[in-house]
């Protein structure tokens, strides 16, 4: 996303396919004994198969993005879901250049190679945000497609949810450069067994003066309702104000976010870490 061994032992290796073309790494142990097996009538010969299935499709949940006039706030959980293997924290907000983005969904595959930022290495960091998550969505399809069976199999529920609405993935990407702002989010949704690309978006800061601002948050039904119907979000610092929604998703998805919850601001002057946790330094 650790038995009495035998004295001499022969260790092979195997790889096959399952059923969705992923690789799987077999380990076959051969060796000769001195106990007799209780269960088996062949007293000396010990043969022990072990697969172990590469390290499987990969979940980064909550995403939020928080716009202002004058700056823009980039705050992601950590916890990192790998079905059937043991889940980590780890660090969702990327850079690249001046470009700083993150996924919410399908975000890595070890055994297919599906990564979500290898099409953000690949791709023009000269255009605009727009453009850049448009140029990325017809060459993500066809990879994100091949996930679709592997998630119905490893996280049926999560599966099941995508086909209420929900994105198989959310691109989220930020940008400052002098006093131009740029905060989109590209979702790719479920429907009829495809994945279909939605229009890139935005939001527009509302409000008065210096606190005008708004926030671009992922498919969670109970985070998007908090934000419309709580007026008090606002109350508080940023930090309060991210932690309060992603106490919001922690709650109606517990499985797949996980603190601690890192935060970067970018201004016209410098990006830097509210919460740096365990993201690495801003180059």
Not at 100 to 126: C, K, P, Q, Y
Not at 248 to 273: E, N
């Given at each position: ?83 059937g293997s043991q889940n980590f924290n780890m660090c969702k907000i990327h850079e690249r250049v001046d470009l700083f983005w993150a996924a919410s969904g399908v975000e890595s595959d070890e055994a297919t190679g599906f990564r979500i930022e290898a099409f953000f290495e690949a791709v023009d960091g000269r255009m605009s ?155």
């Amino acid at each position: 996303m650790e038995p009495n061994f035998p004295i001499k032992a022969r260790i092979n290796i195997l790889i096959t396919q399952n059923k969705h073309r992923v690789p799987r790494l077999g380990v076959l142990l051969e060796g000769v004994g001195t106990r007799r097996s209780k269960s088996h009538k062949f007293p000396h010969a010990l043969i022990v198969l072990l697969w172990f299935v590469f390290a499987p499709t990969g979940f980064g949940t909550e995403i939020i993005v928080i716009k202002t006039n004058g700056w823009i706030v980039l705050a992601a959980d950590s916890l990192h879901v790998r079905p059937g293997s043991q889940n980590f924290n780890m660090c969702k907000i990327h850079e690249r250049v001046d470009l700083f983005w993150a996924a919410s969904g399908v975000e890595s595959d070890e055994a297919t190679g599906f990564r979500i930022e290898a099409f953000f290495e690949a791709v023009d960091g000269r255009m605009s945000v727009p453009k850049i998550l448009d140029a990325i969505s017809p060459k993500i399809v066809v990879p994100l497609r091949r996930e679709l069976p592997i998630l119905k199999e490893q996280a049926p529920e999560r599966y099941a949810k995508l086909l209420h609405g929900g994105a198989v993935l959310s691109l989220f990407a930020v940008r400052m450069r002098g006093s131009q702002i740029e905060a989109y989010v590209k979702d790719f949704a479920v429907v009829n067994g495809r994945i279909v690309p939605h229009p890139v978006t935005t939001c527009q800061p509302t409000g008065s003066g210096p606190q005008k601002k708004c926030i671009l948050a992922p498919q969670i039904p109970e985070v998007k309702q908090y934000i419309e119907t709580q007026p008090d979000v606002w109350q508080g610092d940023v930090t309060h104000v991210v932690d309060v929604l992603m106490d919001v998703g922690q709650k109606a998805d517990p499985d797949y976010i996980g603190p601690p919850f890192s935060i970067l601001a970018i201004t016209s002057d410098r990006p830097r870490w509210l919460r740096k946790n365990d993201c690495p330094e801003i180059r």
